[in-house]
């Protein structure tokens, strides 16, 4: 089974831009979450999305934002970027909305210079 | 209220030796309480995972304590080998449905030979 993919791995924007990254869950998972991991922060949770719809979200502000497709791909968006948003962000995927195991992608690296 | 603290936030041990991280919370209605590990490069990983109807749980070397009155719990590492080196990760979640994760600030762990 092939573990949870998130395009791109690295990616450097300049302020201002907005950038879209996109997480792939493991098949049959219809949870998917999104993390920012940075030194400072450790983990902090972005939003949930579950059959489409966002369950849960972090705070974080409004720059930051998402989605969920029919076929659980997810993708987040990060408008108006500014240096602060430079961190890994991570997408986990789970089989149900209910806490079960969570499995990670291995993140995208995005600097933003 | 949703905060978990993990420290220390860095520790080296012996290999062999028995490495310890701890973890408070103070959302007692937290009832899943997951350690993730994550080498670098890569995204976390569920290592060992614990509900608080139990005080422990054991696999491999790997053992988590929970103490409920005290809203504690720790991770113990035996024999702990220098391929244990690694960022730990505490983390707390609510059932009920979402599956929103409040991560520790991370535990860096080398064992040295």
């Known amino acids: 089974k092939a573990g949870v993919t998130q395009t791109p791995r690295y990616l450097i924007k300049t302020r201002g831009q907005q950038v879209t990254l996109s997480c792939s869950p493991i098949?049959?998972?219809?949870?998917v979450s999104w993390y920012q991991q940075t030194p400072g922060q450790g983990l902090q949770f972005l939003f949930e999305y579950f059959s489409e719809t966002q369950r849960n979200k972090g705070n974080f502000p409004g720059r930051f934002s998402g989605r969920q497709f029919s076929n659980s791909r997810s993708e987040m968006n990060v408008s108006t970027l500014e240096l602060g948003d430079s961190a890994l962000y991570l997408c986990?995927?789970?089989?149900?909305?209910?806490?079960?195991?969570?499995?990670f992608g291995q993140g995208t690296r995005l600097t933003v210079v | 209220q949703q905060q978990v603290k993990q420290s220390p936030q860095s520790l080296i041990v012996q290999k062999g030796g028995i490495s310890i991280i701890n973890c408070a919370y103070e959302n007692t209605a937290f009832d899943y309480f997951p350690w993730y590990q994550q080498f670098p490069g890569k995204g976390p990983a569920l290592l060992i995972a614990?509900?608080?109807?139990?005080s422990e749980k054991k696999e491999g070397r790997f053992t988590i304590s929970f103490n409920k009155s005290a809203k504690q719990f720790s991770l113990h590492i035996m024999d702990s080998q220098p391929g244990d080196s690694a960022t730990y990760f505490c983390?707390?979640?609510?059932?009920?449905?979402?599956?929103?994760?409040?991560f520790g600030t991370g535990t860096k762990l080398q064992v040295i030979p």
């Open positions: 983390a707390a979640s609510l059932s009920g449905g979402y599956q929103k994760v409040t």
């Open positions: 614990i509900r608080p109807d139990v």
């Open positions: 098949s049959g998972h219809r949870s």
């Open positions: 986990a995927s789970s089989p149900e909305l209910v806490n079960t195991e969570a499995f």
